[in-house]
T-cell receptor
Framework: NAGVTQTPKFQVLKTGQSMTLQCAQD?????MSWYRQDPGMGLRLIHY???????DQGEVPNGYNVSRSTTEDFPLRLLSAAPSQTSVYFC?????????????FGQGTRLTVV | QKEVEQDPGPLSVPEGAIVSLNCTYS??????FMWYRQYSRKGPELLMY????GNKEDGRFTAQVDKSSKYISLFIRDSQPSDSATYLC??????????????FGRGTSLIVHP
């Protein structure tokens, strides 16, 4: 039981490049989400999904796309990277209704856009 | 005014001290109140969550919620150097469509010195 696994752990992109951050969980959780964490800003929700085939926007969705084709995977796509997207990205999951709070976080992806 | 306010610290205490960490909030619709611990360069880890007002205890940790004052606290008894981390509060309540999306505080950095 690996929990929530994020890849890669580190990434440097050039402005305008695209990439996909991977997130996988092996706990059969319905709810998955993506956050970014910036100094002094706390965690901000980018996108979330309540189950396969269902996604919705969070607080800061611009510049990011998601899809949820399986229960296990929830990739985050950066369409055209910008320096403002330099951040640490966390994926999280929970059983829907479990305190209605993110129960498990991945270890994060540190992204730098130059 | 941010929905959730949390003093970033750092808070420095000697080993064995009782630590009090606090958050205030403005949204009276919040129903779930959470505390996370985040070690440096790691993902957040859910410590405790409570529903509505009251206290909840788990080992050396006690969470308190005062909805009338819109104030939540996390107490750590007999603090240890291993408790040194950033502590994030989070809160959630029903939004349009019935979803519960947490709002996070900025986190308080705690340092417990031997």
């Amino acid at each position: 039981n690996a929990g929530v696994t994020q890849t890669p752990k580190f990434q440097v992109l050039k402005t305008g490049q695209s990439m996909t951050l991977q997130c996988a969980q092996d706990m059969n959780h319905e709810y998955m989400s993506w956050y970014r964490q910036d100094p002094g800003m706390g965690l901000r929700l980018i996108h979330y999904s309540v189950g396969a085939g269902i996604t919705d926007q969070g607080e800061v969705p611009n510049g990011y796309n998601v899809s949820r084709s399986t229960t296990e995977d929830f990739p985050l796509r950066l369409l055209s990277a910008a320096p403002s997207q330099t951040s640490v990205y966390f994926c999280a999951s929970r059983i829907t209704g479990t305190g209605n709070t993110e129960a498990f976080f991945g270890q994060g992806t540190r992204l730098t856009v130059v | 005014q941010k929905e959730v306010e949390q003093d970033p610290g750092p808070l420095s205490v000697p080993e064995g001290a009782i630590v009090s960490l606090n958050c205030t909030y403005s949204n009276s619709a919040f129903q779930y109140f959470m505390w996370y611990r985040q070690y440096s360069r790691k993902g957040p880890e859910l410590l405790m969550y409570t529903y509505s007002s009251g206290n909840k205890e788990d080992g050396r940790f006690t969470a308190q919620v005062d909805k009338s004052s819109k104030y939540i606290s996390l107490f750590i008894r007999d603090s240890q150097p291993s408790d040194s981390a950033t502590y994030l509060c989070a809160m959630s309540g029903p939004r349009s469509g019935g979803s519960y999306i947490p709002t996070f505080g900025r986190g308080t950095s705690l340092i417990v010195h031997p």
